[in-house]
Nanobody
Framework: QVHVVESGGGLVQAGGSLRLSCAASGFALDYYDIGWFRQAPGKEREAVSCISASDGSTYYADSVKGRSTISRDNAKNTVYLQMNNLKPEDTAVYYC???????????????RGQGTQVTVSS
């Protein structure tokens, strides 16, 4: 089975940190751009971050820039999204995706996870 699975979400107070994981099964993540997306209640899904397979370039939405770091551990076939100084507006379901490009939207990725809930209390 080829799929990606997110983990690491939870309930955290404002100012806290979480590290989200995106683990791949059935393929090697290091050959793919990996994107993180999020969807808050009542809002559209938005791109949060992406890491390129070709040169490791990283991209961040303005809303998380300076507070988040995306990274790969190829030995574990996992991509991480470290999120610091979390804010209540970061509350959302966070998804990872592979089989697309950092320039693609969510629907254009071939492998898309089921998401992990992040809740930030004030």
């Amino acid at each position: 089975q080829v799929h990606v699975v997110e983990s690491g979400g939870g309930l955290v107070q404002a100012g806290g940190s979480l590290r989200l994981s995106c683990a791949a099964s059935g393929f090697a993540l290091d050959y793919y751009d990996i994107g993180w997306f999020r969807q808050a209640p009542g809002k559209e899904r938005e791109a949060v971050s992406c890491i390129s397979a070709s040169d490791g370039s990283t991209y961040y939405a303005d809303s998380v820039k300076g507070r988040s770091t995306i990274s790969r551990d190829n030995a574990k076939n996992t991509v991480y999204l470290q999120m610091n100084n979390l804010k209540p507006e970061d509350t959302a379901v966070y998804y990872c995706a592979a089989g697309g490009s950092c320039w693609h939207g969510w629907e254009e990725y071939k492998y898309r996870g089921q998401g992990t809930q992040v809740t930030v209390s004030s």
